[in-house]
């Protein structure tokens, strides 16, 4: 997350990305099983104290004494309360901005066949695309957002799979017509308000950091 | 980077995503200017104190006294450093596992044309995909992997873009031929040998992300 300057309250980034790490964990498990912090720590290659530290900042999610001496937290009541500290138990609008091979990629992912994140549009700048069909969803040119966005239902977050050199101009179209939240793909840092949130999803960066690691293995 | 366990030496995974922003951040600046580390960290919303500190774990990459007094360090001397330290300054050849929608849009990705990442093979399970082409390249099936890495060029990295339930097997067949680095796209994490490094980029888990911070805005 590289801007969370106009926070209510002062999480870590770092403790958020962990609790989706603690939801695919729990995944495989049977909802009426019980998991100690040590066992998802072993599983998940970090400290028991971390995971009940970070657990402990949402206390109130999960209710008190939700952890059972001796059997753990039940996988089911650990679940729900990530799921609703992370807000994706209920559905969140989503439009995809950019329909190339990276959009149309996207919008064929099977996670978005779940009830939590729902495409509910996608567009395009390039006239020969505006019309189409791509995944059931017609193809929108950008230029109607702002009629979209008064007029369709709430959009909770774009993700922009422009190319590098539209990133900037997309991401400002977005924001000005309210757009709160980003998920950016383009290999760039983009500029928005103090009010906006932007993820980014660079894989060369990735690539790099991997290229990295690989030397150092014995 | 989820799995670090065997390496030489105690760099911080954090560190190294660390530098690969710095270079997302040089890539705007001519060769020839000087940025200080305050004004890289004004651009990057850090301090400067802790870019001195992650550029100081490499000094001998740069050379002693590589910033200059009154003007900072030389975007040129600083980029190259940093390509050095990540292993991006020579050809880092990749395999992408997986010719579906997702396999297809990082192979059509421009940032490939750059230098230090080449793609030298697809791969897909599914017979009526071998044989055919994707941006030049011959789709290869999954079952020849052994061969390709005996009499082709060494493979630095591979990219899985399968479905997440051929995500462990395909691993699995990797790690097993010899493949020593993957990029999981599968949300699930992958078990390796503890010789192997495993990224994992995990659209939905962003998405989780994103949707927390965008309640706390205000």
Same mark, same amino acid.
């Given at each position: 997350m590289n801007q969370v300057n106009s926070m209510k309250e002062k999480i870590s980034p770092r403790v958020i990305e962990r609790l989706t790490k603690y939801l695919r964990c729990l995944e495989s498990m049977s909802p009426d099983d019980y998991i100690s912090s040590e066992e998802m720590a072993e599983k998940m290659g970090l400290t028991a104290a971390q995971i009940r530290k970070d657990l402990s900042n949402f206390i109130s999610e999960f209710g008190e004494g939700f952890g059972v001496r *001796?059997? *753990?937290?039940?996988v089911r009541i650990l679940y729900s309360g990530i799921e609703r500290i992370l807000g994706v138990h209920k559905t969140n609008n989503i439009i995809i901005v950019g329909a190339g091979r990276l959009g149309s990629a996207l919008l064929s992912e099977p996670e978005f066949t779940k009830e939590s994140f729902n495409v509910i549009g996608i567009f395009d700048s390039a006239e020969h695309k505006v019309g189409r069909e791509m995944s059931g969803l017609k193809i929108r040119n950008i230029t109607e957002l702002d009629y979209f966005l008064e007029t369709k239902d709430r959009v909770d977050i774009a993700i922009l799979t422009v190319p590098k050199v539209a990133a900037q101009e997309m991401a400002d179209k977005l924001t000005a017509a309210g757009v709160k939240s980003l998920l950016n793909f383009a290999p760039l840092k983009i500029k928005v308000p103090e009010n906006v949130v932007v993820a980014n999803i660079d894989l060369y960066a990735k690539l790099q950091e991997l290229n990295y690691w690989k030397e150092k293995m014995v």
């Open positions: *001796g059997k *753990g937290y039940q």
